[in-house]
């Protein structure tokens, strides 16, 4: 599931609540309810991933370089765009 949070946070929106993800997920044909996703998001949080905006909403921590391939917590996320050039950065 975080992976899910990771990905929705790098491609879709800079700022989230946990029902947003929800939607995303089953978008996806994932399905999952608010407290898995809101369980997951509170993980990234303590792993200093995400940060708490304000009650319910939640983004990326501004310090996190999102300018290449991400790995966290053993998943790699793909920002938008050319996914070659994404690739062939990782493998030098």
């Known amino acids: 599931m975080e992976r899910i949070v990771l990905e929705y946070s790098v491609k879709e929106a800079s700022s989230f609540t ?3 993800v929800v ?5 996806k044909n994932i399905y999952t309810n608010n407290r898995r996703v809101h ?3 509170q993980r990234l949080v303590r792993k200093g991933v995400l940060v708490k905006v304000k009650r319910g909403l939640y983004r990326l921590v501004e ?4 300018s290449g391939v991400i790995a966290i917590s053993g998943f790699a996320i793909l920002p938008k765009g050319n996914l070659s050039n994404s690739l062939s950065s990782t493998r030098s």
């Open 18 to 20: 946990p029902g947003d």
């Open 23 to 27: 939607l995303y997920a089953r978008e």
């Open 39 to 41: 369980d997951a998001v």
């Open 63 to 66: 310090t996190l370089d999102i």
